[in-house]
Every structure is written in C-alpha cells, then in structure tokens.
C-alpha cells in the first residue's frame, strides 16, 4: 500500500495533520497501536485550552498556543465539540508570588495573548471566584482561555480526515521503517506500507519510532520521559465551585495543580508530575492523590471529595533539556519528520500543528487543494436536542426513546450510532467517549452490561473479544455454564 504520507500515531497531534492534510490531492494514512483513536494521552489530560501566556517567546509552543486557542475556538464550535471559554486565573498571594504573575503577563503580551489584565486586591479577585482560598490576593486573569472535551475534539478531527479520504489503520504497532529510494518502507504487526513522508506523532513512543527507522544512521536521537499525572473527577454537585479555570504558580514541573469545571459539568483536579519508567504506568496511588488534593487547597476551598467519582491518570511525553515541542525533520532521513515531546500546551496548539506539517511538504511534493473539504460535526447529544427534534429523530429512529445511560441520557439510537460512526467505537470506553454514556455519577455501574450487549450483537463478536478499552481488555474471560 502506497501513500504519500504516512502518520504514526493518532492521538490529538496526528489527527490534527491527517485534518490538515485531508484538505490536499494527498493519499495519506494514519497507523496506531491501539484499538481507538485519542486512545492514550489524548484522552487522560486536564481539557485546556490554554491562553498562551506561559510558553517562552519565539518557540513552536508559544506561536502555535496562540494561533490554536484562536483556531480550536472557531473549529469546535463548527464541529459540534463541546468547548466553553470560560478563562483562566493564575492565583498567588501577591508578597511572593507577584513577580512570576507579572512576568507571565509580560510574556503573553509579547506573545499577542489577548484579553490578559492583572487583578489586584483581594475584593476584586474574590468577586470572581468566591471559593479561593481567602489569603489569595493576586492574580492573571486570561479571558481567552477555554475548557474542552479533548477526546471529542480528536474524534472529530478524525472523523474529517476519514471522510475526505484519509485511511486509518488501528490497532497495528509498527514494528520496522526502512529507508527506500523514494521514501520509507513501514512494516507493522498486520501489514507493508510505503510513503514519501513519514509525521512520527507517537508521543511517549516516538522515541522509538525514530530509533526503528535511524537503525545504525550517525545521527543524535531523543528520549521520550514519561511524566505522570494524576488527577480526580468530581460529580456534578461540585461543578460551580469555581467558573474559571484556577491555576497555580508554575514550576520547572509544569502548571501546577489545577482546579476547574469541565465542560459537562464536573468539576477535575490534579495534576501532579512525577518522572517514571514505564510508559503504560496508569495506575493511581496513595500519595499522588494525596499531594492531587492537599496542593489544590492552597489555591481553592469548599471543595467536597466525598464527590469524587473517578481518579485517572495521564503520563504527558516529556523530553528533558528540551523547553519547546520537538518539531524537527530527520538530518540523515529526508522527509521524516519527528513531531515529539508535545506535552503542555500541546492540546491547545495542535491544530496548527498540521500548517507546519504542510510546510514540511510544500515545494518537495506537489500540493493541490481540493475542490470539496467536508466538515464533519459530531452528532449533538440527543438530551441536549429541543423537543421538536427529538420528537423528529424519535418518529425516524425509535432506538433514540430507549435510554441506555440513565445518568447521562444517552440512548440506544446513539450507542448505534457510534458504531457506525466514521471511525466506529469498538470497546465501552470507545462507547463512552463518544457519548458519554458511563460518564455519570455510576460511572458505568448500570450501563456497562448494556453496552456490552450491544457492541456483541451489533458487532457480532465472541464474549471474550468485547473490551473495556485497550484490545486485550476483557471484560468476560468464559463461561461458568452452558458449555463454551
């Protein structure tokens, strides 16, 4: 299979050049490890949409925060994905922490971050959040700063590529990439491809990705650290505690501990940043939640951990010495080009990470524009639809009057639908991304069974192949009765 571009990895950065890319006469493809898109550290991250105001001048993360928070707004909201732009505050106690906060300030004005004022006084700044802590006195306030649904936006962007053309191929690891005359032979666990370029956008794996195709080439790689975060989600009783995102001073470790409402109405906190070696490390502990929720206190109050409904944790792809994105073209590799090390803010930037992309391409490859380029928006949740319309979808599809989800509402009509989507869900946790159904206080605790069923009978699949999530990820290893 030829194409003229190859994208390792599927998460917010790649979809967002196989989006870009899908608006060219270009056969492109997307090859990912996993069974889903936005399936690793795409779907596990605190849903920012920064401002830009901490990235250093004249870097990829300072120039491409600004243009995506710009750009993300306007494509979100034509997308359908859930987006809100509430703003952020960056709090601190104005006798030690005034120079960092000015100095954040100085910086977004030199990046062109609009909407930046410095709020001084306690009254002020409690008039906008009356749950800080009541020592707070200083403050960033950046109204453009927005929160959004990460995995809905990478799904959409997905889905676009998809339709205009673009393959994806899941669930296939890429094992080997050899240099040809023309450009790359790429190997993977179930097929042979070849492309003129290669993106490498496998975040905490890109490491080696580079490596499998540099082989013996004398040419300086980079290592992939892993960083772990974690974090809690609340239920929606604790969502109005505070209306902005809440950031804390920042350190050499990143943002700090952050508080702030989500866009469907809980309220997340965390997190925290702790190096580690395994890449698939997960899990929560004792301690990174402890030091999650004794370090949000410093900045917020009120806030009631009975509520907490789910803890998760991201690991962000973090490459030490390095103070920018790792966006560079291979020395001794023409035409691979290493898209790594986009840790934060890399949600917010991503979508401008496919103009670099096509920068890379222009002038080597011809490059055509096509004469139709399809949005496509994701379907509005069927809770969120007006009356007339529900009624309308109800008469057309009578799948949309079963609720599957009672804590979210999401019906039957739309679990159907998220199968047969562009890129269809093919696990619960594929369901729930989707849809949101699991999503709830229960956290899947009556819905899950229901979902199971459907994704067997819809799909057709054995027992043991329906998974929570990752392929392999069984929820059913056998039967106890009845035979096999």
């Keep these: 299979m030829k194409y003229d571009v190859i994208i390792i990895g599927a998460g917010i950065t790649g979809n967002s050049i196989a989006f870009e890319l899908s608006k060219y006469k270009l056969k492109v493809a997307v090859i990912d490890k996993e069974n889903d898109v936005a399936n690793a550290t795409t779907k596990a991250n605190s849903g920012i949409i920064h401002g830009g105001y901490d990235p250093i001048k004249n870097t990829y993360m300072a120039r491409c925060n600004v243009i995506g928070n710009r750009k993300t707004r306007e494509l979100a909201k034509k997308l359908n994905v859930h987006i809100k732009n509430i703003g952020s505050l960056v709090v601190g106690r104005k006798d030690k922490d005034k120079e960092k906060i000015d100095e954040l300030y100085e910086r977004g004005i030199t990046n062109g971050v609009p909407g930046l004022s410095i709020i001084d006084g306690k009254e002020q700044i409690h008039l906008l ?26 799904l959409a962007l997905a889905y676009t590529a998809k339709v205009n053309g673009t393959d994806f191929f899941l669930d296939e690891e890429v094992t080997d990439i050899d240099k040809t005359e023309s450009g790359f032979r790429i190997k993977t666990s179930k097929n042979e491809y070849q492309s003129d370029f290669i993106f490498n956008c496998a975040g905490l794996y890109a490491d080696k990705i580079f490596d499998l195709a540099l082989k013996d080439a004398k040419e300086e790689s980079f290592k992939i650290t892993p960083v772990k975060g974690e974090y809690y989600l609340l239920d929606k009783d ?43 490390d997960v899990s929560n502990t004792y301690s990174g939640l402890s030091f999650v929720k004794e370090s949000s206190k410093q900045s917020v109050k009120n806030i009631n951990f009975a509520s907490n409904i789910r803890n998760f944790t991201g690991i962000r792809a973090t490459i030490k010495g390095c103070d920018d994105f790792y966006i560079k073209e291979s020395k001794t590799l023409p035409r691979f080009i290493n898209f790594a090390g986009i840790k934060s803010p890399g949600l917010s930037s991503a979508i401008e990470f496919g103009t670099i992309a096509v920068s890379f391409i222009r002038g080597r490859k011809r490059l055509d524009k096509k004469k139709h380029f399809t949005l496509y928006p994701l379907p509005t949740f069927f809770k969120d639809l007006k009356e007339s319309e529900k009624i309308k979808l109800l008469k057309k599809d009578p799948d949309y009057g079963e609720v599957i ?11 159907k639908k998220a199968i047969d989507a562009p890129i269809g869900a093919r696990s ?39 998974y929570q999530d990752k392929t392999g990820s069984q929820i059913v290893l056998f039967k106890t009765k009845g035979g096999k």
């Design 428 to 466: 619960i946790d594929g369901i729930k991304r989707r849809t949101n159904a699991g999503m709830g206080r229960c956290q899947g605790g009556f819905c899950s069974h229901k979902v199971f069923s459907i994704l067997k009978k819809k799909l057709n699949l054995p027992f043991d192949e329906v």
């Design 238 to 280: 604790q969502g109005d505690i505070v209306s902005h995102v809440i950031f804390q001073i920042p350190s050499e470790k990143g943002k700090g501990v952050l508080v702030s409402p989500t866009v469907h109405g809980n309220l997340i906190i965390g997190p925290d940043a702790l190096e580690i070696e395994d890449k698939d």
């Design 405 to 415: 989800c009672r804590c979210e509402t999401v019906t039957l009509g739309e679990i």
């Design 129 to 154: 959040e009356k749950n800080l802590q009541d020592d707070i006195d200083y403050a960033l306030l950046c109204t453009s700063a927005c929160i959004i649904s990460p995995w809905e936006y990478a």
